[in-house]
């Protein structure tokens, strides 16, 4: 496991600001390096901090194909306002997953559902990257709350960046608002996170994710 000195030298990464963050991954691992886009409001938050930095940022997507109609206008609308093409990633199509699995299997299983739609595809979408960048925060779910701003990903072994770790709710708001950024309508309406259209619900943190079950996590980040 390559230690974060390597990347950063001998540098406290918790020091520093989420911007600082952003300039050292595009510095040190563009253009192996990109943007995990889920269309939260985080995302668009780095998407505009990322573009203003290094125009060529790259950026994915995963496309469960169930997604909610507004992130797909918002998938539209980020692409138009920023002159770029966000790389998808996908899995099978919906025919062919309930030819093999049966439908609505993410009624019946949402991990198999989640291996097949976002780990699937996620693992395609950092294959011959050095390094990936998400918008996961610390206080969004206990399951997060040791996320480091920066390190080595040992499962899918690339460096991992989340500049926005230690920022709240309001923070990003406030950058938002700011920056007069779009921003996922569903989070006016009460939504807090906001996945596919079968497993959410309104509900704030992570609470509206998986509400029939036990799940709280769909794999990619814990
Ligand atoms: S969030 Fe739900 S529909 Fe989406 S991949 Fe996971 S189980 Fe399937």
């Not at 169930?66 to 980020?78: H, I, K, N």
Request: glycine share 8%.
């Amino acid at each position: 496991m390559p230690a974060i000195a390597e990347l950063v030298g001998p540098t406290d990464v918790e020091s520093l600001t989420a911007e600082q963050i952003v300039e050292t991954v595009l510095e040190r691992l563009h253009p192996r390096v990109a943007l995990a886009c889920s269309f939260q409001k985080e995302e668009s938050v780095l998407l505009d901090m990322l573009l203003e930095r290094e125009p060529q940022t790259r950026v994915f997507a995963l496309d469960t194909h169930v997604l909610f109609p507004e992130t797909y206008a918002l998938w539209r609308e980020l692409e138009q306002r920023y002159g770029i093409r966000i790389e998808v990633f996908e899995g099978p199509s919906l025919g062919r997953q309930a030819a093999t699995h049966g439908e609505a299997l993410w009624e019946r299983n949402p991990d198999l559902c989640c291996s097949i739609r976002k780990i699937g595809p996620l693992g395609a979408a950092l294959a011959g990257l050095d390094g990936w960048i998400t918008g996961v925060r610390r206080d969004q779910a206990p399951s997060r709350a040791e996320t480091p701003k920066l390190g080595w990903d040992e499962r899918h072994e690339l460096w991992k960046a989340s500049p926005l770790a230690d920022w709240s709710d309001e923070d990003v708001w406030e950058y938002v608002r700011e920056r007069d950024l779009p921003v996922n309508p569903l989070h006016e309406r009460g939504y807090a996170s906001i996945g596919c259209t079968h497993c959410t619900q309104p509900g704030t943190g992570r609470q509206g994710r998986w509400v029939a079950s036990a799940k709280s996590e769909c794999g990619l980040h814990a």
